[in-house]
């Protein structure tokens, strides 16, 4: 929407996903989405049976007690913050067998793609076309 080339450039220095959603009356899914096909990433909404390595079906490791942790994206996200390293510093505090939920309103695949990276074990679980939750273990 900003016609002005510096200000458009300054701008989007500053400006986090969620700000650039809101401003262009966008859900963040959406505008993640629309990002990833123009930088040809393909959808995000695509998961396993469509090739991508994420775990989606539940592990024999995961048990609901076991879940010690969650933290919510989309809040941090709304604030402007990334919550890549909150979540990261979060799995290096896990104990043995314990886990961390995330909860997310689309799949946040460069965070997936770090914990993979890791070697993290992680299930993805589609709740809805906006609420994924992935749970973390060491």
Same mark, same amino acid.
């Given at each position: #929407? ?9 701008? *989007? ?5 969620? /700000? *650039? ?7 963040? /899914?959406?505008?993640? $989405?629309?990002?990833?096909? #123009?930088?040809? /990433?393909? $959808? +995000?909404? /695509? ?7 994420? $775990? ?10 076991? =879940? =010690? $942790?969650?933290?919510?994206?989309? =809040? ?9 390293? =909150?979540?990261?510093? *979060? ?7 314990? +886990? ?8 946040? *695949? ?16 589609? #709740? ?11």
């Amino acid at each position: #929407k900003l016609k002005n080339p510096v200000l458009r450039k300054t701008i *989007a220095r500053i400006t986090s996903i969620g /700000q *650039a959603a809101t401003v262009g009356g966008l859900d963040v /899914q959406v505008l993640v $989405n629309r990002l990833r096909e #123009k930088a040809g /990433q393909g $959808n +995000i909404d /695509q998961l396993d049976d469509t090739g991508h390595k994420y $775990n989606t079906v539940c592990p024999a490791w995961f048990r609901k007690e076991a =879940v =010690v $942790n969650t933290i919510d994206t989309n =809040v941090m996200l709304n604030k402007g913050e990334h919550p890549v390293h =909150v979540v990261l510093a *979060a799995i290096k505090e896990l104990g043995d067998n314990e +886990i961390l939920e995330i909860i997310a309103s689309f799949i946040p *695949a460069p965070l997936l793609d770090k914990t993979l990276s890791l070697e993290y074990k992680h299930w993805l679980d589609k #709740k809805s076309d906006s609420e994924f939750r992935i749970y973390f273990m060491k």
